[in-house]
């Protein structure tokens, strides 16, 4: 069974810093795309940053130039390092992976997604 476990969520004051983690597991083959959603309450989920497995990246105008996207392919880990963080980046974080994994003698590709890591950016 392949999952995606998020961590690193929090509290911080505005102009603070924070780093999320998301560790995949399971009979993983492949995994391509990986990214980072969040979801503001009263608000649809929205893109935040995504990763290809060769490492290009793409962020959303509200969080370029503050938020750096990572990924260690070799320990299936995804990472958002968070600065200069506002108040409206409160939301909770999803972590979003593209992957190609074992079931039974097959291999299937499907888009997973994380439990989700709250952060609150609050003075």
């Known amino acids: 069974q392949v999952q995606l476990v998020e961590s690193g969520g929090g509290l911080v004051q505005p102009g603070g810093s924070l780093r999320l983690s998301c560790a995949a597991s399971?009979?993983?083959?492949?995994?391509?795309?990986m990214g980072w959603y969040r979801q503001a309450p009263g608000k649809q989920r929205e893109l935040v940053a995504t990763?290809?497995?060769?490492?290009?990246?793409t962020y959303s105008d509200s969080v370029k130039g503050r938020f750096t996207i990572s990924r260690d392919n070799a320990k299936k880990t995804v990472y958002l390092q968070m600065n200069s963080l506002k108040s409206e980046d409160t939301a909770v974080y999803y972590c979003?992976?593209?992957?190609?994994?074992?079931?039974?003698?097959?291999?299937?590709?499907?888009?997973?997604w994380g439990q989700g890591t709250q952060v609150s950016v609050s003075s």
């Open positions: 990763i290809t497995r060769a490492g290009r990246t």
């Open positions: 399971g009979s993983i083959v492949t995994i391509n795309d």
């Open positions: 979003h992976a593209d992957l190609t994994f074992y079931r039974n003698t097959a291999v299937r590709r499907a888009d997973y």
